[in-house]
């Protein structure tokens, strides 16, 4: 047993015959193996797995988000997977309302529910239980940001939303500008700062991560990148167009589909859109690693300890 399992053992155990409720939370920056060790948490412990991918939401989106196969989808139960259309807005407050949902399904069925994912916002909102505005999409207001994004970029807007939440902006990457506007919408709308107020956990939180050196987290991002193309990716997002969703739908503005789009216009060669991808997600990394790192209470696995046990599991 390695010590991953040792001390997870433990948790459960001695939360058993309490009124906790236990949640595991399988998280860190892409391609750090994070769906390979949930697999085998929720095999090994009983349980099921809720996305925390702001991507994985959406419908016909496989290979850019790197959804979990199929078939391993048919052997774990996964949640908030393939249950929203590319044209919808999803928020981090939908996030919350619907892994809550789920949470409790899985609990109603004697099992442990594994959170696993990158979004560090969206974990939180369940982990430290934000209460969220209540701030439904407007579409004038959007119209409106979408608009001056498509005229003058997302400078003006992320100093905007610096003008009236400065807290807000502090926590969201300047030219992330699905998340700028959507923050933008709410305080316009809301006419005050976002307030992320958290108010009493409601479970007993077991963190799980995988310590990557930095070099070996970046190459196995590039092998990914590149082995999407291979999978078909680009022909994924051509079927996508062909069936007639707009390219400027805020789905595809998610890492691995953008990058793309210069060269289905004749703008870019394939290799510089790859070279792109691969250093916006390399910046990815490095801010979701930032945010991680500042959490005390995440159990780091080293490469070792992931090795055995992915090696274990597939002998």
């Known amino acids: 047993m390695t010590e991953l399992y040792r001390q997870l053992t433990l948790f459960l155990k001695e939360i058993k015959n309490t009124d906790e409720k236990p949640l595991i939370v399988v ?36 290979i850019g988000t790197d959804k979990v196969s199929v078939a391993d989808r048919q052997k774990i139960k996964h949640h908030l997977i393939d249950v929203h259309e590319i044209d ?148 994924e997002l051509k079927t996508l167009l062909i069936e007639g969703y707009d390219p400027n739908s805020h789905a595809f503005s998610a890492l691995g589909y953008k990058e793309y789009f210069p060269y289905l216009r004749g703008e870019k060669s394939l290799e510089e859109c790859k070279e792109s991808l691969k250093q916006n997600s390399r910046n990815y990394a490095k801010r979701q690693m930032t945010w991680f790192r500042k959490e005390e209470d995440i159990y780091w696995l080293s490469p070792e300890e992931f090795y055995e046990l992915t090696s274990h599991s597939n002998s």
């Open 88 to 235: 919808e807005q999803f928020t981090m407050a939908d996030f919350k309302r619907e892994a809550t949902q789920a949470i409790k399904e899985i609990f109603s069925k004697g099992k442990i529910p594994i959170i696993c994912g990158g979004t560090g916002l969206y974990i939180s909102s369940v982990v430290d239980n934000y209460d969220l505005p209540i701030a439904p999409p407007n579409l004038i207001i959007r119209k409106e940001l979408e608009d001056e994004y498509e005229k003058n970029g997302i400078n003006n807007l992320y100093k905007k939303l610096q003008d009236l939440d400065p807290i807000t902006a502090s926590k969201i990457h300047p030219n992330n500008a699905r998340y700028v506007m959507r923050a933008l919408e709410i305080v316009l709308q809301t006419k005050e700062p976002i307030q992320r107020n958290k108010a009493k956990p409601i479970y007993n939180v077991f963190k799980v991560g995988i310590a990557w050196p930095r070099e070996v987290l970046y190459e196995r991002i590039n092998k990914r990148v590149d082995e999407q193309i291979d999978r078909g990716l680009l022909n």
């Open 27 to 62: 998280c860190g920056p892409t391609a750090s193996g994070k769906t390979a060790l949930s697999l085998l948490l929720a095999k090994d412990f009983d349980g099921e797995i809720i996305s925390a991918d702001s991507a994985q939401v959406y419908k016909k989106m496989d």
